[in-house]
């Protein structure tokens, strides 16, 4: 069974810092594309970060120069490190696996509130 379970989520002040990370298991995790998407009430979800298996990252120009998405692959574990937040940055953050052929999956989200 495939589970990719978030966390680090929470309240900061606008300026502040959060690292998310998401632990993926029933997947062989070094050939999965990894992303970080978010959704803010009353908004369609969108793509924040993307690192592909080789490394390769793409970010949204929202959080370009202030998120950095990177991997371990010997812990299964993909991180979002969030750096001088505001406050349209809150949303809940989903984590997602995707390769093909193989499929894609979802994490359950994690809160982020950027708020004074």
């Not at 029933?26 to 369609?44: D, H, L, N, V």
């Not at 991180?79 to 999956?105: F, I, W």
Request: one cysteine or more; glycine letters at 10%; aromatic letters at 12%.
């Amino acid at each position: 069974q495939v589970q990719l379970v978030e966390s680090g989520g929470g309240l900061v002040q606008p300026g502040g810092s959060l690292r998310l990370s998401c632990v993926a298991s029933g997947i062989i995790f070094s050939i999965y594309t990894m992303s970080w998407y978010r959704q803010a009430p009353g908004k369609e979800r969108e793509l924040v970060a993307v690192i592909f298996n080789a490394g390769m990252t793409n970010y949204a120009d929202s959080v370009k120069g202030r998120f950095t998405i990177s991997r371990d692959n010997a812990k299964n574990t993909v991180y979002l490190q969030m750096n001088s937040l505001k406050p349209e940055d809150t949303a809940v953050y989903y984590c997602n696996a995707h390769r093909v052929y193989y499929g894609t999956y979802w994490g359950q989200g994690t809160q982020v509130t950027v708020s004074s």
